[in-house]
């Protein structure tokens, strides 16, 4: 998980409630991405960004808003948190070689929020 | 619809033994086969990929097999350790933007 962290690393939130995960990165990485890892289901992703002021929907983006005004972080938003929202989070980021598929790739390490 | 299947759901293989791990794919845009591997209370981890290009690649103990027509692609541990105990997922991707598809994830044990 060298280069890329996580903020918070666990929160435990009521329904309704509202917080912010923070993705940061130090290796100059465009692409950047926010996964939900639930038992059984694999990795999904939620909102990905391939550049600073960009961001995208991923496969499963409802309930979420993300923002990259810096290249370096990452930010995913849950406006009105819901228990369908418990989950363990990571963020990953990209470089892209030569070849245009990606070269070098991390994870953080996670958030495990749990929502009552 | 599932557009990355692994098989089996789980897996358990002695010490020095090969550990073999299937994956098949839906989607005949896809243009990028990673695997991942994950430790428990940690984030995934690239451990090898490949493109359609090539059949095979290896590095070290990990060898990926990729069969284009079957739209199948299969990790192999060779001489399998009690440290390679983790969860194994493979994904998917096409295109620029690498959004991966991933797999529901295996879980492997390895016994001393």
């Known amino acids: 998980n060298a280069g890329v962290t996580q903020t918070p690393k666990f929160r435990v939130l009521k329904t309704g409630q509202s917080m912010t995960l923070l993705c940061a990165q130090d290796m100059n990485h465009e692409y950047m991405y926010w996964y939900r890892q639930d038992p059984g289901m694999g990795l999904r992703l939620i909102h990905y960004?391939?550049?600073?002021?960009?961001?995208a929907k991923g496969e499963v983006p409802d309930g979420y808003n993300v923002s990259r005004l810096k290249k370096q972080n990452f930010l995913l938003g849950l406006e009105s948190a819901a228990p369908s929202q418990t989950s363990v989070y990571f963020c990953a980021t990209y470089r892209l070689g030569l070849s245009g598929y990606p070269d070098t790739q991390y994870f953080g390490p996670g958030t495990r929020l749990t929502v009552l | 619809q599932q557009q990355v299947k692994q098989s089996p759901q789980s897996l358990i293989v002695q010490k020095g033994g090969i550990s073999i791990i299937n994956c098949a794919y839906e989607n005949t845009a896809f243009d990028y086969f990673p695997w991942y591997q994950q430790f428990p209370g940690k984030g995934p981890a690239l451990l090898i990929a490949?493109?359609?290009?090539?059949s095979e690649k290896k590095e070290g103990r990990f060898t990926i097999s990729f069969n284009k027509s079957a739209k199948q692609f299969s990790l192999h541990i060779m001489d399998s350790q009690p440290g390679d105990s983790a969860t194994y997922f493979c994904?998917?991707?096409?295109?620029?933007?690498?959004?991966?598809?991933f797999g529901k994830g295996i879980t492997l044990s390895v016994r001393p």
């Open positions: 994904a998917a991707s096409s295109g620029a933007n690498s959004k991966l598809t």
């Open positions: 960004s391939v550049g600073e002021g960009t961001t």
């Open positions: 490949i493109r359609p290009d090539v």
